[in-house]
């Protein structure tokens, strides 16, 4: 069964660091990208970047590109998505997902607070 | 980046109706259109990929078609848990984009 289970919910302040996981099992994680979207509060879906397991290739949304940094480990077959100083304007839930063309799996969000 | 254009932004309807959710890209996405729904406090699902397929699992009620510009997404028969709001998104380009989202309601 393929599955995408995120890090749980994370309450920060303005200026901290962050790193939130999306641990993949039932498939080959080398043979599928993984995306993150971000939902702000009572807002739609924004496409933040997508990344290539197999090589760690990345592409961000320009919108979010500076601002996040999208990894891998394969060996524990685990994304991330990280923010090296968090802004209030960060606070959203964030989803991982599986694919580049087509989202077909997707993580159950991780809500990240961040306080000013 | 493509904008995505979704109408109507919300919808009043009653179980058992037939809905058309319709979609406009700023520049021709080809057939990389994919419709997702999703319910509130959940993470969104896929319904129908590359414009009209079928994601495994999902009922027969939902359909897919357009291309270029325009698609639209049908639910013929609309059933109660069908009451969400709906996503269109392109990945014909990077930055992949979303449209604003279609919230059905009951009516």
């Known amino acids: 069964e393929v599955q995408l289970v995120q890090s749980g919910a994370e309450v920060k302040k303005a200026g901290e660091s962050l790193k939130i996981s999306c641990k993949v099992s039932g498939y080959s994680f080398i043979r599928y990208w993984i995306g993150w979207v971000r939902q702000m509060p009572g807002k739609g879906l924004e496409w933040m970047g997508i990344?290539?397991?197999?090589?760690?290739?990345?592409r961000y949304n320009p919108s979010f590109q500076g601002q996040v940094t999208i990894s891998v480990d394969k060996s524990i077959t685990t994304a991330f998505l990280q923010w090296s100083s968090l802004k209030a304007s960060d606070t959203a839930m964030y989803y991982c997902a599986r694919g580049e063309i087509t989202f077909d799996y997707w993580g159950q969000g991780t809500l990240v607070t961040v306080s000013s | 980046d493509i904008q995505m254009t979704q109408s109507p932004s919300s919808l009043s309807t009653s179980v058992g109706d037939r809905v058309t959710i319709t979609c406009r890209a700023s520049?021709?996405?080809?057939?990389?259109l994919n419709w997702y729904q999703q319910k509130p406090g959940k993470a969104p699902k896929v319904l129908i990929y590359?414009?009209?397929s079928l994601q495994s699992g999902v009922p027969s009620r939902f359909s897919g078609s357009g291309s270029g510009t325009d698609f639209t997404l049908t639910i013929s028969n609309l059933q109660p848990e069908d009451f969400a709001t709906y996503y269109c998104h392109q990945s014909y380009r990077k930055p992949n984009t979303f449209g604003q989202g279609t919230k059905l309601e009951i009516k």
């Open positions: 990344i290539n397991p197999g090589d760690s290739d990345t």
């Open positions: 520049q021709s996405v080809s057939s990389y």
């Open positions: 590359a414009t009209s």
